[in-house]
């Protein structure tokens, strides 16, 4: 689809990449961001930033004027705050109510509605992009179902056009933020990674989720979800391996692997402790009973025949974003 896009927090690690990928391709791109006075994500670029608010419903609207395509991309991206149902469960639903509502006033063509893979059920495996997490403990997980239950019910109240795609953990470069994916890897660079906790993440390079969603405006069937993963979920010791490649001097030690009632019970330490000094818990509970020894894998084929997606193998992107860690230690 031709004619001028708007893309929702370019400062952020996807929507960067995304603005990159359109830039590339020649497309009219439009970006917000709430700071216009950080400069840092686009210093290399020829390309000014407009101010709006996601929580600001006339600044979208605003932004919005003469907009066909609308990448919905900017979210909180947090997996703890002391007060985590307001700065992240009430913070997305109201923020996708008000983009959601901007873009049927303005008459946006085309809505690209960046989900997550928290959004995805994953009682089955592989994960499949057709069914829904059941979730209701964990905030950011239920933040990011209900958010996006939401568009699609402002969607087909007001008929608009609109896909969603549901990225898995992206890592990769044009980062100038540390998301919680990329502290992952960073713990393990910084050698603080002890423990083995049998966690397997789906990881994707960001770039590939950046086409992804340009392939999704173009090639995205109207209703429909698509998955933006990889088909294989990796593991911590695995990685760590690929690091000990990578950086042999560094003399990165392999963790050992812990029960689960064990994690369980460093879990309620954690979070005990994060009660008095305030500071995000290493490892959750419900971290824990979400994820242990569950295999993230997912099934990407709907978006591989209908988007035309071709995700990097996850092992080549997983080194790649280890060297740019290495490489950018601002970000770490």
């Known amino acids: 689809m031709k004619g001028t896009s708007l893309i929702t927090g370019v400062n952020g690690h996807l929507g960067n990449n995304l603005l990159r990928n359109l830039l590339s391709k020649g497309i009219n791109v439009r970006g917000t961001v709430r700071n216009l006075d950080d400069k840092s994500s686009f210093k290399d670029l020829d390309f ?63 809505v690209v509605y960046v989900s997550s893979i928290a959004a995805m059920g994953r009682k089955t495996l592989p994960m499949n992009p057709d069914v829904y997490n059941d979730e209701k403990e964990n905030v950011y997980y239920r933040s990011k179902i209900d958010s996006e239950k939401l568009a699609w019910k402002i969607a087909k109240e007001h008929n608009m056009d609109m896909v969603s795609v549901c990225p898995s953990a992206m890592i990769g470069e044009h980062c100038t933020k540390l998301t919680p994916s990329h502290n992952m890897l960073r713990m393990v660079l910084k050698k603080e990674v002890f423990v083995d906790s049998q966690f397997y993440i789906n990881w994707v390079d960001v770039k590939d989720v950046a086409e992804g969603c340009y392939l999704a405006a173009t090639n995205g069937k109207n209703g429909q979800r698509y998955g933006l993963g990889t088909s294989k979920a990796v593991g ?5 391996h690929l690091a000990q490649e990578l950086f ?85």
Do not use: C
Request: glycine share 2%.
């Open 48 to 110: 000014t930033p407009i101010y709006a608010d996601l929580h600001d419903k006339e600044s979208l609207i605003k932004a919005l004027q003469g907009v066909d395509i609308l990448y919905q991309v900017a979210a909180v991206f947090k997996l703890w705050t002391q007060n985590a149902e307001r700065d992240i469960y009430e913070a997305n639903m109201l923020a996708t109510k008000n983009i959601m509502k901007a873009a049927a006033e303005t008459n946006v063509k085309k």
């Open 248 to 332: 042999p001097e560094q003399k990165i030690k392999t963790p050992f692997k812990m029960p689960k009632w064990m994690l369980n019970f460093s879990a309620s330490f954690f979070e005990m402790m994060s009660k008095i000094n305030g500071k995000e818990p290493i490892l959750q509970k419900n971290q824990v009973r979400m994820y242990f020894k569950l295999r993230q894998d997912m099934d990407i084929s709907k978006s591989e025949q209908e988007l035309g997606y071709s995700p990097t193998n996850p092992i080549v992107a997983i080194k790649k974003a280890l060297k740019f860690l290495n490489e950018n230690k601002k970000i770490v």
């Open 236 to 240: 911590l010791t695995e990685i760590i």
